[in-house]
């Protein structure tokens, strides 16, 4: 893919952040095609709907839905309930139900096909909650807090299970691959922590093998990313650098950084993984070539830190 096959109407790259707003842009001109504004909370996640139709915001007590087919700039759904701020968000993927986490200590399931907005489960923990990550299965959550604990929350059953792969430090972000071989976490000493996936049949639980554990980054590690071809990792951190990393022995093969970057909040691959999106405190979003390491777009409009980004690309 070239940089100009990302001119399609079926891609969308959504940013948000710190100034209350969030963009909608053309990723080929790095044009603003639509602003929405986000009036209450700045945005801590964006994620967009299997069928590409609503972007969800995670803010300040509420999950905001857009309609991305349409003009309207306002909310057209509001998820609301949670005490404190919302800082994950995703979607099951025929868009049944969405999953957030959020600093109230709570990761909660909520049935999109509801008009009543209901939460038919609630998962509670010791700590505010960081991230929460979806297993490919679609039957498992893994849920990072502030404790450093990351819990396995088996939605057929109910049950969990815990672990904490390093004592007195936070889990900022875990990703699981899409091939559901790896799953990868972060945490705020800039180290990235990595284990096997033994997943039997549709019915056992997935058992986690530690494979390896390096240091990303200076400080904080934010987000960790796998690339849809489950080939790489990106890690993005409050080093003012973003990290590619190969999954076969987790070498770094590409470090993404500008003199005015400032931390690094959110990335997002392409669907080819020849590039990636990535969101920064520099009031930028920036497509960067995996390849050569090379940033060959700007997405500039917003007046704060770009905190959180979303992308989908064509089916």
Known sequence: MTIDNLENDQIILATGGYDHTIK?????????????????????????????QLLAAASYQHIYMYDLTSNNSSAVVNYEGTSKNVTSVGFQEDGKWMYSGGEDCRARIWDLRSRNNQCPKIFEVQAPINCVCLHPNQAELFVGDQNGIIYRWDLRTD????????????????????????MASVNNKGRCYIWSLISGNIDIPTKLKPKHKFDAHKRYAL???????????????????????????FSLLQ?????????????????DGQYVFTASSDLCAKLWNVKTGVMEREYSGHQKAVTALAFRDAP
């Open 24 to 52: 909608l842009w053309q990723t080929h001109t790095g044009i603003c095609n639509r602003t929405m504004q986000h009036a209450e909370s700045q945005v801590n996640a964006l994620e967009i709907t299997p069928d590409k």
């Open 159 to 182: 049950n969990n299970e815990q672990l904490i792969p390093e004592n007195d430090a936070m889990i900022l972000d875990i990703a699981i691959s899409p091939d559901s071989q790896l």
């Open 223 to 249: 987000k960790c990313k796998f690339s849809p071809d489950s080939d790489l990792l990106i890690t993005t951190s409050a080093d003012q650098t973003a990290k590619i990393w190969s999954t076969i022995d």
């Open 255 to 271: 470090e993404l950084k500008q003199e005015s970057q400032r931390w690094v909040w959110d990335a997002a691959f392409s669907a």
